[in-house]
T-cell receptor
């Protein structure tokens, strides 16, 4: 079992729709959770961080965390073609310096 | 504000050659990391450092070495390049281990 699992996609949504990206993790001691966006040929950039159960909203992005079920998700509302990228889920413990990344989900937003 | 700077951006090596990938950050972060990313894969941690003079192995350290003599610099050394080390290498930094990491632009390395 991979430590951080994501559907590789590609996930295709029409412009204006909601894109839903999911991530599960195996380490129950995980405490910090991040979503990074990576455009093709570029470096990862942080979109959202979440540390406690529930929802966290930032503009069109909402991160959801459920530690009991060991999953974290990212919702993108009013998806734009510029949101087309690979989204990486990352998980770590506060007492551990080894952040584990999922393989990423490739999202395509069609005009 | 430069953030995390990596050099070179691209490099082609022959099997058996050695090289150093440079990484510098100007955010005064204590923690620095080296990752490799193979096509269609996530990031794999090679080495990390929690401060000057302190380094430790990550998930895939074989074939690499690092040093951390200053807070700003964290070079990655390949001693005997092998085709399996063809990858994109990212350097990152953060305040602590549980905080978001800031990434450099990457070094695309091909070993032929």
């Amino acid at each position: 079992q991979k430590e951080v699992e994501q559907n590789s996609g590609p996930l295709s949504v029409p412009e204006g729709a909601i894109a839903s990206l999911n991530c599960t993790y195996s380490d129950r001691g995980s405490q910090s959770f991040f979503w990074y966006r990576q455009y093709s040929g570029k470096s990862p950039e942080l979109i959202m961080s979440i540390y406690s159960n529930g929802d966290k909203e930032d503009g069109r992005f909402t991160a959801q965390l459920n530690k009991a079920s060991q999953y974290v998700s990212l919702l993108i509302r009013d998806s734009q073609p510029s949101d087309s990228a690979t989204y990486l889920c990352a998980v770590t413990r506060l007492d551990n310096n080894d952040m584990r990344f999922g393989a990423g989900t490739r999202l395509t937003v069609k005009p | 504000n430069a953030g995390v700077t990596q050099t070179p951006k691209f490099r082609i090596l022959k099997i058996g050659q050695s090289m150093t990938l440079q990484c510098t950050q100007d955010m005064n972060h204590n923690y620095m990391y080296w990752y490799r990313q193979d096509p269609g894969m996530g990031l794999k941690l090679i080495y990390y450092s929690v401060g000057a003079g302190i380094t430790d192995k990550g998930e895939v350290p074989n074939g690499y070495n690092v040093s951390r003599s200053t807070t700003e610099d964290f070079p990655l050394r390949l001693e005997l390049a092998a085709p399996s080390q063809t990858s994109v290498y990212f350097c990152a930094s953060s305040w602590t281990g549980g905080e978001p990491q800031h990434f450099g632009d990457g070094t695309r390395l091909s070993i032929l």
